[in-house]
């Protein structure tokens, strides 16, 4: 179940997109991280292309729901804030955003209630200027300039993980460590535990320290965090190791025994 905040989140425009292939991949990346309205400008062959659902891995529900366009400015008509993608410089006065910043002003205009939309140029030719200078500003990817080539695919799971990690940071639930916090009382008698072996053990020296120490390592532990799992199978750890050290003892004890018979 996804617990995400009902954001209604960015169109993604393609401006003459060439492969079906590369719809379809984008179309991918796009249900991986909840984006579902796809809008093409001008699709060099034609919609729909059985290709683009052969690529798309099964996120069928956000090709059935593109819609096609003549020109980008039909294509954002009806939105508030859209963002062009590119990396070329371009001559125009717009802000200048990496992907995360531009996320960040989506997410304000949307939770607003304003539509919102990233554009990306297709493959061979990128975005025109005139197609830019309809947009609110230009989002470009902080990649290395040794190979600026980015597919379209790309490019678009880059901006939607952008988008993605702001509505829901956090690891999936399936992730998320649901074991329930030990209890004070458990806590304590493991310190207790813990501390009954050290005395044994000649631990704490000299022993006028053995209340500063005890507090040191009260605290260190409990930084920690544990559960009540962790704390059983950590005083399982103490019993052994107590355990094993009465052996060598007894051992020892055994040794000495046979060397003064001898």
Do not use: C
Request: aromatic letters at 6%; hydrophobic letters at 45%.
């Amino acid at each position: 179940m996804d617990d995400a905040p009902a954001l209604t989140p960015p169109v993604v425009i393609l401006d003459k997109p060439q492969l079906a292939d590369n719809i379809g991949a984008v179309a991918r990346v796009m249900a991986n991280f909840g984006l579902d309205k796809l809008r093409l400008v001008s699709p060099r062959d034609g919609w729909p292309q059985d290709r683009a659902w052969a690529t798309a891995s099964g996120a069928d529900w956000v090709l059935e729901g593109v819609q096609v366009f003549d020109s980008v400015a039909e294509a954002v008509a009806d939105l508030t804030l859209v963002y062009a993608t590119t990396a070329r410089h371009r001559e125009l006065r717009l802000p200048v955003l990496t992907p995360r910043e531009g996320s960040a002003r989506l997410h304000d205009a949307a939770a607003q209630g304003q539509g919102i939309g990233l554009l990306f140029g297709g493959e061979r030719a990128g975005l025109e200027t005139t197609d830019i200078a309809l947009t609110q500003g230009i989002v470009t990817i902080p990649i290395d300039p040794k190979h600026h080539s980015l597919n379209l695919a790309q490019a678009v799971a880059i901006n939607a993980y952008e988008w993605r990690t702001g509505v829901l940071n956090a690891p999936p639930p399936r992730f998320r460590d649901e074991a329930p916090p030990a209890s004070q009382a458990q806590l304590e008698g493991m310190y207790g535990h813990l501390e009954t072996e050290l005395e044994a053990g000649g631990f704490f020296h000299p022993p006028e320290m053995k209340p500063a120490m005890s507090r040191n390592l009260r605290v260190m532990l409990g930084r920690a965090g544990l559960s009540a799992q962790e704390v059983a199978t950590f005083r399982g750890v103490i019993h052994a190791l107590a355990k094993g050290r009465g052996r060598a003892l007894a051992k020892l004890a055994a040794k000495r025994d046979a060397d003064r018979q001898d």
